[in-house]
């Protein structure tokens, strides 16, 4: 193994090592500040995210991952603060301030025009001794052993602590909120996740003459014939009832083609596959996605509450609705 690689490894190694020592931290502040969030947020106030240098980077990313999940976030930069951007600063609004010594003067210069603003302050830190945590009204730890620079200086280890606390603030604030994946795709309409959780199956299925509904009985040449017709891969085979018997495909007809000389003159039932994978016509086109996932298949079957089929969704046609 080359240096190069061991000494990745220990730079690895150490964040991890500094990650375990915050999971046995968060009683330090954390279930404080998502109360405070929680409330700050019910009542319509927002939270705000500041910090220096690296963990004013840390703090964007933060803002950032609240906001997508729910949690109202601006990012509140300490020198442009105090030239006026202080002015995003209302009462009832909880500032998280992420400063890992937390004695960042910039940070500090801060503290007591939000306090006459009548927000709530959150110290973000490393040292809960530090003049910053003594003059917030909450204070979080996030102390790692060590940074991973291999002169403890530059923020690395204590920067992926701050940047996980804020993360698992976020994913407990989403699920006390009773943030949903509807809620998140609102946020994210331009996103192929927000489309396919916004769209349902009926939206991106194949229906009418796009699609082949036959009998069972149905010779294979036949369904061929309209499967060419309706320009697709999957022939759907119906009972007495109209209710979904099986499926017969491209993959089908070159599986049997080699055993059945006269294949062609076979009914479909004999070579049909049965029970395949179907979803309603009202599921969340998301469903869809995770059924081609999960069973690596071409064609979905769309199908009514009595188990009629009514439409195909094709995996072709998805890229065109812009959700994979």
Request: hydrophobic letters at 45%; aromatic letters at 4%.
């Amino acid at each position: 193994m080359s240096n190069e690689i061991k000494e990745a490894q220990s730079v690895i190694d150490c964040e991890i090592e500094g990650l375990q020592a915050l999971r046995t931290q968060l009683a330090t502040g954390f279930v404080e500040t998502v109360e405070a969030a929680r409330q700050c947020l019910e009542q319509g106030s927002k939270l705000i995210v500041t910090g220096v240098g690296k963990s004013l980077h840390i703090a964007e990313k933060i803002a950032a991952t609240l906001t997508s999940t729910g949690s109202t976030a601006v990012v509140l930069n300490p020198m442009q603060a105090i030239h006026g951007d202080l002015g995003i600063v209302q009462r009832n609004d909880v500032l998280l301030a992420f400063s890992y010594s937390g004695e960042s003067e910039e940070l500090l210069n801060l503290l007591p025009a939000v306090k006459r603003l009548g927000a709530i302050t959150v110290a973000v830190t490393g040292c809960t001794q530090s003049t910053l945590a003594k003059s917030s009204e909450i204070v979080a730890s996030v102390a790692v052993p060590a940074e991973a620079c291999p002169f403890n200086l530059a923020p690395t280890t204590s920067s992926t602590a701050s940047l996980v606390w804020g993360d698992a603030l976020a994913m407990v604030l989403l699920r006390a909120r009773g943030f949903k994946r509807e809620d998140y795709a609102c946020l994210h309409p331009a996103g192929a996740i927000g489309r396919a959780l916004l769209l349902h199956v009926n939206e991106i299925m194949r229906s009418g003459d796009r699609i082949v509904i036959l009998p069972a009985e149905t010779e294979i040449k036949a369904a061929l014939l309209a499967m060419t017709q309706a320009r697709t891969g999957v022939a759907i085979a119906v009972d007495a009832n109209g209710k979904l018997d099986g499926v017969f495909s491209d993959g089908d007809l070159r599986r049997n083609l080699e055993q059945h000389e006269d294949l062609l003159q076979h009914p479909l039932k004999g070579f049909l596959t049965h029970n395949p994978i179907t979803v309603r016509e009202n599921d969340l086109a998301v469903n869809a996605l995770t059924q081609f996932e999960t069973h690596q298949i071409d064609d979905l079957v769309v199908v009514d509450e009595k188990q009629r089929p009514v439409g195909v969704v094709d995996i072709q046609d998805l890229p065109k609705f812009k959700i994979i």
